[in-house]
């Protein structure tokens, strides 16, 4: 009898042993983590970083993302940057609270961003740093210059014929030592006025994007062809809402801008890492420039070239393409 006592006590005590050998806690110790994400642009006079800290918990990470403390500091940071030339020329950040972050993963519509009123200088190197109690992240950048003029084609006519054809047209440009990667946009703006209302009504869309990268050459060109455009036209001028179209009085053609964003080397390191992947190889590493932490500090520059329609050009869209009411 004291046999069968025993079994029935060893019993039990086996079978949770054997139950929580086979439980594996998939959530390491916790372990501070800073998170930093800057671009300097020298031809802003306010420079924006955003920091976090990285999160592990047993929720579900969509859940937890949604909570601001999850990846938020409650303290405010010593957040600083200085030119690598004058160490003492430090610009100190402090935070500001946006209320216009679209939802999505993380907490909106509010987030803290840590910004100052500091313009960096063109082709120079700059240093971060950021500290938290006992842990310090660092970083470098260097800015570049690049301008308007550096955009070749199209050139210094102020008016440029946009064809309904196929034949493609030269976006050129001078390609920077520090920027490997460009983005490159043709924005047509255009106004419009409706019925009741005195005031006039902005608008635009995009409608050629390209993305160039080269570490080599002086120039770099993007391609785009005029029946894109007219094809965007009949797509974006309008209002879905056929009521809200038929408010519309009339609309007039304002200007092209050829718009051309330039990337740091790091930046696009980032990018080219993080972009989906053709590749069975899914599972790539995760690059990082930001030392004792994470994340990524480059730098950026935008070049705009602003250009009218010309006349032929705007007579097409005023008769060919009536019903979208432009005038001229």
């Known amino acids: 009898m ?8 060893i019993l039990p005590a086996l079978l949770l042993f054997n139950r929580c050998s086979n439980d594996v806690d998939i959530n390491a110790d916790y372990q501070q983590i800073i998170v930093v994400y800057g671009l300097l642009d020298p031809y802003d006079d306010t420079t924006y970083l955003k920091i976090n800290k990285a999160f592990l918990g047993p929720e579900n990470a969509l859940i937890m993302a949604q909570i601001p403390d999850s990846s938020e500091f409650i303290e405010k940071l010593d957040v600083r940057i200085w030119p690598e030339d004058d160490p003492q020329n430090i610009v100190y950040f402090d935070t500001i609270t946006i209320t216009n972050k679209e939802s999505g993963v993380f907490y909106n519509p509010n987030q803290i961003i840590y910004f100052s009123a500091f313009q960096p200088e063109k082709d120079k ?38 064809n309904n054809n196929t034949d493609p047209k030269p976006v050129i440009w001078n390609r920077k030592e520090e920027a490997p990667r460009y983005d490159v946009i043709i924005r047509f703006h255009y106004k419009e006025l409706m019925e009741d209302s005195p005031d006039t009504v902005y608008r635009f869309f995009d409608w050629h994007k390209d993305t160039q990268k080269s570490l080599f050459g002086d120039e770099m060109e993007s391609y785009y062809t005029g029946n894109t455009f007219y094809t965007a036209l009949t797509t974006y001028v309008p209002y879905e809402d056929a009521a809200e179209e038929a408010k519309v009085t009339v609309r007039f053609t304002s200007t092209l801008e050829f718009i051309i964003e330039a990337g740091g080397k790091e930046l696009n390191t980032y990018m080219e890492v993080t972009e989906p992947s053709s590749s069975i190889i899914q599972d790539r590493p995760e690059y990082s420039n930001i030392i004792n932490g994470i994340g990524i500090f480059s730098s950026r520059a935008r070049a705009i070239k602003t250009k009218k329609l010309n006349d032929v050009t705007v007579s097409l869209i005023k008769n060919d ?8």
């Open 125 to 162: 190197k700059y240093m971060l740093r950021v500290l938290y109690k006992d842990t310090e992240v660092t970083s470098e950048a260097v800015t570049f210059k690049f301008e308007t003029n550096d955009i070749i084609t199209p050139g210094f006519a102020k008016k440029i014929a946009i």
């Open 2 to 9: 004291k046999k069968v006592s025993f079994l029935l006590l």
């Open 321 to 328: 393409y009536y019903w979208l009411k432009f005038q001229y």
